[in-house]
Protein backbone atom coordinates (compact mmCIF):
# COMPACT_ATOMS: atom_id res chain seq x y z
CA UNK A 1 0.00 0.00 0.00
CA UNK A 2 1.35 3.64 -0.60
CA UNK A 3 1.27 6.34 1.24
CA UNK A 4 -2.06 7.97 1.04
CA UNK A 5 -3.82 11.11 1.25
CA UNK A 6 -5.46 10.07 4.59
CA UNK A 7 -6.40 11.97 7.51
CA UNK A 8 -3.58 13.09 9.78
CA UNK A 9 -3.91 11.78 13.50
CA UNK A 10 -0.30 11.79 15.20
CA UNK A 11 2.20 14.67 14.75
CA UNK A 12 5.28 14.19 13.42
CA UNK A 13 8.38 14.23 15.49
CA UNK A 14 11.10 14.65 12.67
CA UNK A 15 15.00 15.51 13.84
CA UNK A 16 16.49 18.09 11.68
CA UNK A 17 20.17 17.98 13.54
CA UNK A 18 20.81 14.90 11.71
CA UNK A 19 21.41 15.62 8.09
CA UNK A 20 24.86 14.70 6.74
CA UNK A 21 23.60 17.60 4.07
CA UNK A 22 20.99 20.26 3.11
CA UNK A 23 17.89 18.45 1.36
CA UNK A 24 16.22 21.38 -0.39
CA UNK A 25 17.33 25.17 -1.18
CA UNK A 26 15.63 27.29 1.29
CA UNK A 27 12.49 27.90 -0.29
CA UNK A 28 12.24 26.18 -3.32
CA UNK A 29 9.57 24.08 -2.50
CA UNK A 30 6.51 24.63 -0.59
CA UNK A 31 4.00 22.04 0.76
CA UNK A 32 0.80 23.22 2.03
CA UNK A 33 0.63 19.95 4.94
CA UNK A 34 4.00 20.86 6.96
CA UNK A 35 4.70 16.63 7.44
CA UNK A 36 4.47 15.90 3.65
CA UNK A 37 7.14 19.30 3.80
CA UNK A 38 8.96 17.13 5.99
CA UNK A 39 8.36 13.47 3.90
CA UNK A 40 9.86 15.21 1.06
CA UNK A 41 12.94 17.27 2.58
CA UNK A 42 14.04 14.00 4.07
CA UNK A 43 13.61 12.02 1.26
CA UNK A 44 15.66 14.52 -0.66
CA UNK A 45 18.33 14.43 1.62
CA UNK A 46 17.94 10.44 1.51
CA UNK A 47 18.23 10.91 -2.37
CA UNK A 48 21.32 13.24 -2.37
CA UNK A 49 23.44 10.69 0.04
CA UNK A 50 22.62 7.84 -2.74
CA UNK A 51 23.41 10.08 -5.54
CA UNK A 52 26.96 10.89 -3.55
CA UNK A 53 26.91 6.87 -2.75
CA UNK A 54 27.51 8.00 1.19
CA UNK A 55 25.70 4.15 2.29
CA UNK A 56 26.04 6.07 5.84
CA UNK A 57 24.67 9.11 5.37
CA UNK A 58 22.08 7.15 3.25
CA UNK A 59 21.02 5.29 6.38
CA UNK A 60 20.70 7.96 8.45
CA UNK A 61 18.69 9.98 6.20
CA UNK A 62 16.44 6.90 5.81
CA UNK A 63 16.08 6.62 9.47
CA UNK A 64 14.80 10.23 9.75
CA UNK A 65 12.51 9.55 6.93
CA UNK A 66 11.27 6.66 8.64
CA UNK A 67 10.41 9.01 11.54
CA UNK A 68 8.46 11.19 9.21
CA UNK A 69 6.48 8.94 7.37
CA UNK A 70 5.65 6.85 10.42
CA UNK A 71 4.15 10.42 11.56
CA UNK A 72 1.74 10.66 8.87
CA UNK A 73 -1.33 8.45 8.63
CA UNK A 74 -1.38 5.80 5.50
CA UNK A 75 1.98 6.10 4.99
CA UNK A 76 3.19 3.54 7.92
CA UNK A 77 4.10 0.48 5.30
CA UNK A 78 6.61 3.06 3.49
CA UNK A 79 7.65 3.44 6.53
CA UNK A 80 9.14 0.09 6.43
CA UNK A 81 11.14 0.35 3.28
CA UNK A 82 12.37 3.67 4.71
CA UNK A 83 13.59 1.40 7.89
CA UNK A 84 15.40 -1.49 5.27
CA UNK A 85 17.01 1.36 3.97
CA UNK A 86 18.34 2.50 7.47
CA UNK A 87 18.93 -1.09 8.37
CA UNK A 88 21.37 -1.79 5.34
CA UNK A 89 24.89 -0.31 5.00
CA UNK A 90 25.39 -1.58 1.36
CA UNK A 91 24.84 0.89 -1.40
CA UNK A 92 23.18 -1.99 -3.31
CA UNK A 93 20.52 -3.02 -0.93
CA UNK A 94 19.62 0.74 -0.67
CA UNK A 95 19.41 1.85 -4.06
CA UNK A 96 17.38 -1.54 -4.99
CA UNK A 97 14.43 -0.67 -1.64
CA UNK A 98 14.85 2.84 -3.20
CA UNK A 99 12.67 2.70 -6.24
CA UNK A 100 9.48 0.87 -4.25
CA UNK A 101 9.78 3.82 -1.53
CA UNK A 102 10.17 6.55 -4.70
CA UNK A 103 7.31 5.00 -6.17
CA UNK A 104 5.25 5.39 -2.66
CA UNK A 105 6.13 8.98 -2.29
CA UNK A 106 5.64 9.76 -5.56
CA UNK A 107 2.26 8.85 -5.21
CA UNK A 108 1.62 10.78 -2.04
CA UNK A 109 3.54 13.48 -3.82
CA UNK A 110 1.05 14.36 -6.58
CA UNK A 111 -2.04 14.30 -4.14
CA UNK A 112 -0.11 16.80 -2.03
CA UNK A 113 -0.96 20.54 -2.30
CA UNK A 114 2.03 22.40 -3.66
CA UNK A 115 2.06 26.08 -2.47
CA UNK A 116 5.37 26.86 -4.44
CA UNK A 117 7.88 25.37 -6.64
CA UNK A 118 7.83 22.71 -8.82
CA UNK A 119 8.92 19.34 -7.90
CA UNK A 120 10.25 17.08 -10.59
CA UNK A 121 9.66 13.07 -11.22
CA UNK A 122 12.53 12.11 -13.32
CA UNK A 123 13.74 8.61 -14.42
CA UNK A 124 16.58 6.05 -15.15
CA UNK A 125 16.12 3.14 -17.76
CA UNK A 126 18.97 1.58 -16.76
CA UNK A 127 18.52 1.38 -12.88
CA UNK A 128 16.94 -2.17 -11.47
CA UNK A 129 18.91 -4.36 -14.31
CA UNK A 130 16.84 -2.08 -17.18
CA UNK A 131 13.87 -2.70 -15.05
CA UNK A 132 14.42 1.35 -14.68
CA UNK A 133 13.62 3.28 -11.66
CA UNK A 134 12.10 6.80 -10.99
CA UNK A 135 12.64 9.28 -7.95
CA UNK A 136 12.22 13.22 -7.17
CA UNK A 137 14.09 16.50 -7.91
CA UNK A 138 13.81 19.70 -7.26
CA UNK A 139 16.02 20.53 -10.00
CA UNK A 140 15.34 19.88 -13.19
CA UNK A 141 19.27 18.55 -13.74
CA UNK A 142 19.40 14.67 -13.40
CA UNK A 143 21.57 13.78 -10.24
CA UNK A 144 21.14 9.47 -10.65
CA UNK A 145 20.29 8.10 -7.18
CA UNK A 146 20.85 4.99 -8.45
CA UNK A 147 24.45 4.87 -10.11
CA UNK A 148 25.80 8.24 -8.51
CA UNK A 149 28.94 8.80 -10.24
CA UNK A 150 28.78 6.07 -12.42
CA UNK A 151 26.51 7.41 -14.35
CA UNK A 152 25.29 11.02 -12.91
CA UNK A 153 23.30 12.27 -15.32
CA UNK A 154 21.41 8.83 -17.07
CA UNK A 155 17.96 9.81 -17.50
CA UNK A 156 15.40 12.42 -17.95
CA UNK A 157 12.18 14.18 -16.27
CA UNK A 158 9.18 12.05 -17.40
CA UNK A 159 6.67 14.71 -15.23
CA UNK A 160 6.78 17.72 -13.46
CA UNK A 161 4.35 18.35 -10.42
CA UNK A 162 3.30 22.23 -10.44
CA UNK A 163 1.31 24.61 -8.22
CA UNK A 164 -1.69 24.77 -8.17
CA UNK A 165 -2.14 28.33 -7.57
Sequence with gaps: MACTNAPKK????????AKT????????????????????TDYIGLKNSLVAGNAAGSAQTALDLSKALSAYAGCE???LIAD???????????RKEFTALS??????????ELKKGTIYVQHCPMANNGDGGD?????????NPYYGDEMLECGGVVEEIKSKI
Design 77 to 79: NTA
Design 84 to 94: KIAGSGDLKIQ
Design 21 to 40: EPAVAAGTIQLADPKIESIY
Design 103 to 112: SDIIALLKHA
Design 10 to 17: TEATVDST
Design 135 to 143: WLSSDKNIR
